[in-house]
């Protein structure tokens, strides 16, 4: 059973909203539920229209009428520096829940803290990096500048895999932007929305400027659909990622979208299979499969297939499954009972085709308690099979044999994603240019890798924009040209 017990949240019964811990305006509640006890650790509000209303009518007179974006970007980084202190201070807490939660080992999540405080503290040094206005000449010769300013009210829908890292890679640059913003938190995983809120609070951030909302999906809605939210920035599933592309597009919303993946991994001819296996079995485990940009299909020459689908299934097969708080735990269990039998319906629809089950596919026998699955891998896949086309969002890898270097790279993008993939070769000339080759968001080269500090996105349906970086920042901004006939000197000084 999970060592962790209780949640250390001050007001899981309220809403944050205006600055102020709000009664929300209805009695219920949602629980949430330890993922290795199935236990019931926290109770939160359950957000509803009025609720919507009241934190869209907060974010939207604290941009409108308040301080917040009239202040400078360094006034504003002092509460982005502030912030950080605040993660830091609580890094144990938002490692004990997002373990609890998700089924995150505690021995990674209890870096979390510096984590997401390293994300506000990078945002607050671009404070005076940052191009927020440039000069230009224009084309009669006159002087010109050209301003990015805040988008508006945003609307930041945050999943429950990783939400803390997710939703700092939301708020952070909204906020040194000069925007307001709503947090909608999963209600599967609402602990570091509420963290941030209590520490947003500490560090005296203006009314409306963070708003946190807990709420189901068809609440969450509204604030897709009302007219004063001005930008959504959503992480989550395709299928929900479509609904909401489809509804900003009726009333023009800006909208940033990081949706699924069916990420593959092309290992070459020239890489050893022993050393690719240790990678992948790895990244197979972290966070128990839930990640979207997991790499769960992996294409190998056929002559090499068997050899590599041994490896991989005696690699996987020495992880121990267990209480994500255990310290020799390798791979936890997954976030819920729901998100279980998801991940159980597909190995169902693999073992029912022709690929073969060559290791895992069930729940761990010594394990009575908790939402744990066992590591598992099919070979001889078939790209068109459903077990390769659709995101599993568990420890499940597909193996799929391929005749050579062109057609594995055929076979890495017929897929409708583009989020990640990895090419595994000793030559860095190849490596690159089968990255170049590769119609993904992010190539690593001979492990799974992503980087937030760069870049991070999809191309296809895996989304739009990028998250992360200084790429980061351009989603909450609206630029700006002003044409002047002589440049005013109070230009000049910003």
């Known amino acids: ?17 205006n600055g102020i811990w709000t009664a929300p305006s209805t009695a219920g509640r949602i629980d949430v539920y330890d993922s290795a006890s199935e236990e019931v650790f926290l109770s939160v509000a359950d957000a509803q229209a009025a609720d919507v209303e009241l934190a869209v009518t907060a974010a939207r007179q604290a941009f409108d009428t308040g301080p917040w974006p009239r202040m400078s ?3 504003r980084a002092t509460y982005l520096e502030k912030i950080a202190a605040g993660l830091t201070a609580r890094a144990g807490m938002l490692a004990d829940h997002w373990s609890a939660e998700a089924g995150v080992l505690r021995s990674m999540s209890e ?14 040094g671009l404070a005076n990096s940052f191009a927020w206005q440039e000069t230009h000449q224009a084309g009669d010769g006159k002087p010109a500048l050209l301003v990015r300013e805040p988008v508006g009210v ?32 999963s209600p599967e995983a609402p602990s570091a929305p509420y963290i941030l809120a209590e520490i947003c609070e500490e560090a005296g951030l203006p009314a409306g400027v963070l708003n946190v909302l807990t709420a189901q999906r068809e609440v969450s809605e509204l604030l897709v659909r009302d007219n004063r939210v001005d930008k959504i920035t959503f992480t989550g599933s395709t299928a929900a990622g479509q609904r909401i592309g489809s509804i900003c597009g009726e009333r023009i919303a800006r909208c940033t979208l990081e949706l699924g993946g069916k990420s593959p991994a092309i290992i070459l001819d020239d890489y050893d299979l022993e050393l690719a296996a240790e990678s992948l079995a790895a990244s197979t485990a972290l966070m128990t499969g839930q990640v979207c940009a997991a790499l769960s299909r992996i294409v190998v020459p056929k002559r090499r297939h068997d050899a590599f689908v041994e490896a991989l299934a005696c690699a996987l097969g020495r992880f121990k499954v267990g209480d994500p708080f255990a310290t020799d735990t390798q791979m936890g269990p ?4 729901v998100h279980r039998d998801r991940v159980e319906r597909y190995i169902a629809v693999g073992n029912a085709s022709k690929a073969r ?12 308690r908790g939402y744990y699955i066992e590591p598992t891998v099919f070979s001889d896949v078939d790209n068109r099979d459903v077990i390769a086309r659709e995101e599993i969002f568990g420890p499940v890898v597909c193996v799929i044999p391929a005749d050579d270097e062109n057609q594995a790279i055929d076979i890495a993008n017929d897929s409708e994603f583009g989020l990640n993939s990895s090419v595994f070769t000793h030559d860095p000339e190849r490596a690159y240019a089968v990255a170049r080759r590769l119609r993904t968001g992010t190539v690593g ?11 991070f996105g999809g191309f296809k349906r895996s989304g739009i924009g990028r998250e992360g970086g200084r790429d980061g920042v351009l989603p909450f901004l609206e630029a ?13 000084a910003l």
């Open 480 to 492: 700006k040209t002003i044409l002047f006939e002589e440049m005013p000197t109070t230009a000049v």
């Open 445 to 455: 080269i001979n492990a799974f890798k992503f980087d937030f500090g760069i870049s």
């Open 111 to 124: 870096y979390s803290g510096p984590g997401l405080a390293q994300v506000f503290s990078y945002y607050a």
């Open 357 to 368: 089950l060559a290791l895992g596919g069930g729940r761990p026998r010594d394990l009575n």
């Open 1 to 17: 059973m999970s060592s962790f017990r209780t949640s250390q949240i001050k007001h899981p019964d309220k809403l944050f909203i």
């Open 73 to 75: 970007h360094a006034e």
């Open 154 to 185: 945003v609307a930041a829908i945050v999943p429950w895999n990783a939400p803390g890292l997710i939703m700092a890679y939301k708020v952070a640059p909204a906020l040194i932007s000069g925007c307001t913003v709503i947090v909608k938190a």
């Open 334 to 337: 997954l976030s819920s009972s």
